[in-house]
């Protein structure tokens, strides 16, 4: 993961410190705000959905941002200053609900990490963390368990803010640490061997989501139909065509146990591609 890539637009200015603490504080992230207060807005640290509009204070904007992030990268001794992305990055994180934390996944790519990248993150955000890494063959999900012993590579641990640090301000009851592995050899076979075992339900789980799509736009239209087809990445489906009220529906998103039913609804019933 590289801070540097990430788009400008989602990037808060150091200059824009203010308006960041008053979001902070509207909606009561004291972890966020304490690691504010040690740490200051420094270039490419801070994230947030849309900052450069909506943590703008003469932008016009009313509503705040949806997501926020705090981001630390740690280079490896020898890969150079240039290399962060291919070292470790630890990344904390707040979203409002389940869209806008899918929406903070895409924006920070977490889809495209090169190292092990560890989230601090409310525990109702961890499905957004497993379907980022199931949608990559070589990246898997480990919930780390800090009252066992600290994580492998302590000593990267170390060089965190205090406001993050696991000894001194520990995970609440609603949060915990979480790590996306990039694997290789030996562990990229284990983690593929698991992942064929755990196929099945996660073929069970998409076809369900398929059986919902289906029935909800029959109910709106019985003339209705899908075209799918299993996808290449295991225990998802792809849609080729859907159509509803004599409409050609275009739909490019996988279908598997993470689909956001209601979303796929919605463009079903709004879109069109023949007309």
């Known amino acids: 993961m590289d801070p540097s890539s990430i788009s400008v637009a989602h990037c808060v200015p150091p200059a824009e410190c203010p308006a960041l603490a008053s979001f902070l504080q509207e909606y009561r992230l004291d ?3 304490a690691l504010l207060e040690e740490c200051g807005v420094q270039a490419n640290k801070w994230f947030a959905e849309h900052a450069r509009s909506q943590l703008t204070l003469h932008s016009g904007c009313t509503s705040y941002p949806a997501w926020v992030a705090w981001c630390g990268s740690v280079c490896p001794v020898g890969l150079g200053p240039h290399s962060a992305q291919s070292g470790e990055t630890f990344l904390a994180l707040w979203a409002r609900d389940t869209p806008s934390a899918r929406r903070a996944v895409l924006a920070l790519q977490l889809l495209q990490v090169k190292g092990n990248v560890h989230v601090l993150l409310p525990h109702a955000m961890l499905e957004q963390l497993e379907r980022c890494a199931k949608e990559r063959d070589d990246v898997e999900l480990s919930v780390l ?11 990267s641990w170390t060089t965190l803010p205090n406001a993050l640090q696991p000894t001194i301000s520990p995970p609440k009851p609603y949060e ?34 398929l059986q ?11 003339r209705s139909t899908m075209e799918v087809a299993p996808s ?9 065509e859907m159509r509803f009220n004599g409409h050609v529906i275009g739909w490019e998103g996988p279908i598997d146990r993470f689909c956001d039913v209601d979303a796929v609804v919605r463009i079903a019933t709004a879109s069109c591609e023949c007309c």
């Open 212 to 222: 919902e799509i289906s029935r909800r736009l029959l109910t709106l239209d019985p």
């Open 232 to 240: 290449d990445r295991p225990g998802c489906f792809v849609i080729n």
């Open 31 to 33: 972890r966020f705000k």
């Open 176 to 209: 915990c640490w979480a790590s996306l592995l990039v694997r290789t050899g030996e562990a990229l076979c284990r983690l593929r061997r698991q992942r064929d075992l755990e196929s099945e339900g996660d073929v069970g789980a998409a076809r369900q989501k």
């Open 145 to 155: 368990d800090l009252i066992a012993g600290m994580p492998t590579r302590a000593a």
